[in-house]
Antibody
Framework: EVQLVESGGGLVQPGGSLRLSCAAS????????MSWVRQAPGKGLEWVAN????????YYVDSVRGRFTISRDNAKNSLYLQMNSLRADDTAVYYC??????????????WGQGTLVTVSS | SYVLTQPPSVSVAPGQTARITCGGN??????VHWYQQKPGQVPVLVVY???DRPSGIPERFSGSNSGNTATLTISRVEAGDEADYYC???????????FGGGTKLTVL
């Protein structure tokens, strides 16, 4: 069974840091681009970051560039999101998702169960 | 950047057909994907590449895409279809996805 399991969420003060992890199983992790997508409470879906199969290319939404870092360890079938200088508007459920399809025909399937990050004093 | 526009809400009676639109400039030239997110649950892919359904998704779910509008059609709507629905395309100019704002489907 293809599965993604996130961990690492929690309550953090503004300006603090947090590292999210996503454990993948049931597919060849090293063959896929991977992404983080977040959803603020009561809001829609917002893409956060992408990483290429070998980690050589990374892309970020403007609001997190310079503060967040996406990375992966193919030997451990794991995806990470290092989040620094956290702000209240970073509060959201963070989903790990596999990019499927091909380049311009890309979608997300599957999604992890999500991990909640709350930034508050 | 590319923008996708969805109506905030759509309401339909059980057994009727729901149509959820996703507007974008010349969206017909792009590949559109749809997700269903029930309250408190994870998004689930229900249509990809405009018209294809993943295994396990009922045939009641179908998609179309032409001109400036893509449409998710849900036939014979059931109470269990009540959810938020999101469209998504991939913006190749910046190599990242774009999501619509989401549509809340209410089954009356």
């Amino acid at each position: 069974e293809v599965q993604l399991v996130e961990s690492g969420g929690g309550l953090v003060q503004p300006g603090g840091s947090l590292r999210l992890s996503c454990a993948a199983s049931g597919f060849t992790f090293s063959s896929y681009w991977m992404s983080w997508v977040r959803q603020a409470p009561g809001k829609g879906l917002e893409w956060v970051a992408n990483i290429k199969q070998d980690g050589s290319q990374k892309y970020y939404v403007d609001s997190v560039r310079g503060r967040f870092t996406i990375s992966r360890d193919n030997a451990k079938n794991s995806l990470y999101l290092q989040m620094n200088s956290l702000r209240a508007d970073d509060t959201a459920v963070y989903y790990c998702a596999r990019r499927s399809g091909s380049w311009s025909h890309s979608w997300f399937d599957p999604w992890g169960q999500g991990t909640l990050v709350t930034v508050s004093s | 950047s590319y923008v996708l526009t969805q109506p905030p809400s759509v309401s339909v009676a059980p057994g009727q057909t729901a149509r959820i639109t996703c507007g974008g400039n010349n969206i017909g030239s792009r590949s559109v994907h749809w997700y269903q997110q029930k309250p408190g649950q994870v998004p689930v892919l229900v249509v990809y590449d405009d018209t294809d359904r993943p295994s396990g998704i009922p045939e009641r779910f179908s998609g179309s895409n032409s001109g400036n509008t893509a449409t998710l059609t849900i036939s014979r709507v059931e109470a269990g279809d009540e959810a938020d629905y999101y469209c998504q395309v991939w913006d190749t100019s910046v190599d990242h996805p774009v999501f619509g704002g989401g549509t809340k489907l209410t089954v009356l």
